[in-house]
């Protein structure tokens, strides 16, 4: 019934991704982001634990776990992919920093276009051919048209309806979680992966990989007692990767009619790449809920933001 879905799960992406960032633009400021630049750090460390660290964290768990072959690389191809699109539907829920989790978006998702030929090549450059290139006009694309493009319009919006930017944002974000739902809908009953064809072993280390991540990218906030809210944003943001891209590079670097060993690594490949966007998603959802539960009890008692 769901067979149509991974022809478009890019398009949902797109639009889900449209919506929220039309939602969040419609609350936010030129000045909310200047913030965010006039205090780099968060931003700074935040990009550390997304390029430098998470494919540390992937290197150990490919040492502890005895990962090989396209599995090994999936978990290093997925280290080096930048946040992702539903990140955004997350840090919303869980009233995170809206400004933060785009600039690490942006920024990380331009650097890509350096950062991820360089981590393949320096973490699982046996697997990497010597004529592989980034998808830079499609990077650049997709920042400009689904994350730029929208943000400015409902930064306009709100600037334009002052009184109504709370109930502009509210209809985007219920629009876009919506279509959230649709895809989670669609992507369990495609069945496009089977959890355990790989056995315990490899599961268990892609859920492992992606909670070590998460807390790694939270413990120096955590530690310096930096703002609750930017620490779940860049919590969610290393959690909720762009698997699209991941998709997007599996399929140049080892196509489905090549040769026998190239498509075996291959599948391997996607059985990483696919497992961890869907554990992301429930392993990111309790993080963002829990987040939110703070943020509301905080305002119960009429305490400041933490």
Not at 102 to 111: M, Y
Not at 129 to 145: H, K, Q, S
Request: aromatic share 10%; proline share 6%.
């Amino acid at each position: 019934m769901f067979e149509f879905y991974p022809a478009y799960e890019e398009h949902f992406a797109q639009v889900q991704l449209t919506l929220f960032m039309l939602g969040m633009g419609a609350t936010l400021t030129v000045g909310d982001f200047a913030k965010v630049l006039r205090r780099p750090r968060s931003l700074g460390v935040a990009m550390l634990g997304q390029i430098v660290f998470s494919p540390l964290v992937a290197l150990a768990i490919i040492y502890l776990f005895g990962l090989a072959g396209g599995i090994a690389l999936g978990l290093i191809l997925t280290a080096a992919m930048p946040g992702g699109a539903t990140a955004k539907a997350f840090v919303f829920l869980a009233r995170g920093s809206g400004p933060l989790a785009i600039s690490l978006t942006v920024a990380s998702t331009l650097a890509a276009i350096v950062t991820v030929p360089l981590t393949l090549q320096v973490c699982a450059g046996a697997y990497v051919p010597a004529n592989f290139e980034m998808p830079m006009a499609r990077i650049v694309r997709d920042v400009a048209c689904f994350v730029l493009a929208p943000l400015a319009a409902g930064m306009y919006l709100g600037a334009l309806y002052p009184r109504h930017r709370k109930a502009i944002s509210r209809w985007f974000i219920r629009v876009g979680f919506l279509v959230v739902l649709a895809m989670i809908i669609c992507a369990l009953g495609s069945q496009r992966i089977k959890p355990g064809e790989r056995g315990l072993i490899v599961p268990i280390a892609i859920i492992v990989f992606a909670l070590l991540c998460m807390q790694v990218s939270m413990l120096p906030f955590r530690v310096f007692g930096w703002p609750r809210a930017e620490t779940v944003s860049a919590g969610i943001e290393v959690t909720m990767r762009n698997m699209n891209l991941a998709l997007l590079l599996k399929a140049s670097l080892f196509p489905d009619r090549g040769p026998t060993d190239v498509a075996n690594i291959g599948a391997e490949v996607m059985f990483v790449v696919l497992f961890y966007a869907g554990a992301a998603f429930f392993l990111g959802l309790p993080l963002a809920l829990n987040f939110r539960r703070l943020a509301r009890r905080d305002e119960r008692r009429g305490l400041p933001p933490a």
